[in-house]
């Protein structure tokens, strides 16, 4: 089992930053595909980032986000980070992490294995 629990969220003003973390327990996920998503009232969750390491930690990002937003992980700290920039109000969200280890298409939220419970980002105009 892993364990999942993002921070980070908060309150910004359009044109500001924001670094969400997903902090791992219970196994390492050094081996894990691990993926940002977000989820706004009355739509479904989408896909932000990805960081896949079966694939030398290679990344992917959604084209909503390209250029403003950078994924990595840390695995001595058993954490992946979301940096974003350059804030939108579109990008008010939740956002979750998820782990996914089964070398599936991790830009699809069904593939995931584990979530964490998700952290409000919210971006004022």
């Not at 896909?47 to 896949?52: D, G, N, R, S």
């Not at 390209?66 to 109000?89: C, E, F, H, W």
Request: glycine residues 10%; charged residues 20%; hydrophobic residues 30%.
């Amino acid at each position: 089992q892993v364990q999942l629990v993002e921070s980070g969220g908060g309150l910004v003003q359009a044109g500001g930053s924001l670094r969400l973390s997903c902090a791992a327990s219970g196994r390492t996920i050094s081996s894990y595909a691990m993926g940002w998503f977000r989820q706004a009232p009355g739509k479904e969750r989408e896909f932000v980032a990805t960081i896949i390491a079966w694939s030398g930690d290679s990344t992917y990002y959604a084209d909503s986000v390209k250029g403003r937003a950078t994924i990595s992980r840390d695995n001595a700290q058993n954490t992946v980070y979301l940096q974003m920039n350059s804030l939108k109000p579109e990008d008010t969200a939740v956002y979750y992490c998820g782990a996914e280890s089964h070398y599936s298409d991790p830009r699809r939220a069904k593939e995931y294995d584990y979530w964490g419970q998700g952290t409000q980002v919210t971006v004022s105009s």
